[in-house]
């Protein structure tokens, strides 16, 4: 079955830093990744949608300069929390959609969680 | 717009006992209907999923739901708990094909008691 990977599982860093996560699709080609926050014991929240080889559109209150999101390939997608701040501090999920795919079904990765001191 | 209504933040059952928990959407096209498990500080799992094929979708680990139109609703089953279902659920609605963004519900924790 189709897997998505995250890197790294969990991140603690200091204020001020940036913090890149990556997500792979292993065994697919992505055209479309999706990231999303989770706060503790509630939904997932969009951030963005990416498709290869075009700028990312973001949801409506999330900082486009904040979140750097990158997605240069069809199978890696890379979000780039810039000059953290502990309020940054959440669950971060990545999803990837196959291209040849008719039922929008997503394939989540397993989660990064960044703790920022 | 699509919506996703989940009753019931939390539902705890009794190891054995019936596990029922409800969906209802909300969605002005056919909708694309799932449903993901999550356990503790790890990614979305695929329940399963409604496509416009049959209206009772079977699932992993004994789970089924079925998509009712003519009460919005897509709720998620199993006959008998087992200890390992304890986890958070999520219901999930999309527009159909070609369309992009999933809307997910709030959640359903589910608790099974020995």
């Known amino acids: 079955g189709a897997v998505v990977s995250q890197h790294p599982s969990w991140v603690i860093c200091k204020s001020g830093t940036s913090v890149k996560i990556e997500c792979r699709s292993l065994d697919f080609q992505a055209t479309t990744m999706f990231w999303y926050r989770q706060f503790p014991k509630q939904s997932l929240m969009l951030m963005a949608t990416?498709?290869?080889?075009?700028?990312?559109?973001?949801e409506q209150g999330v900082e486009k300069d904040k979140f750097l999101i990158n997605h240069a390939s069809l199978t890696l997608s890379t979000l780039t929390v810039t000059s953290a701040h502990p309020e940054d501090s959440s669950f971060y999920i990545c999803?990837?959609?196959?291209?040849?795919?008719?039922?929008?079904?997503?394939?989540f990765g397993p989660g990064t969680r960044l703790t920022v001191l | 717009a699509q919506s996703v209504t989940q009753l019931g933040s939390h539902v705890s059952v009794s190891e054995g006992a019936l596990v029922l928990l409800r969906c209802n959407y909300s969605?002005?096209?056919?909708?694309?209907l799932f449903w993901y498990v999550q356990y503790p500080n790890q990614g979305l799992q695929l329940l399963l999923k409604y496509t416009s094929a049959a209206t009772l979708v079977k699932g992993i680990n004994g789970f089924e739901a079925e998509f009712k139109k003519s009460e919005t609703s897509f709720h998620l089953t199993k006959p008998s708990a087992h200890m390992s279902d304890a986890a958070e659920y999520f219901c999930a609605v999309s527009e159909g094909t070609g369309a992009n963004n999933l809307f997910f519900g709030t959640g359903t924790r589910l608790t099974v008691i020995p």
């Open positions: 999803s990837a959609r196959d291209g040849a795919g008719v039922t929008n079904e997503q394939f």
């Open positions: 969605s002005s096209v056919p909708p694309y």
């Open positions: 990416s498709n290869e080889g075009s700028k990312a559109t973001y």
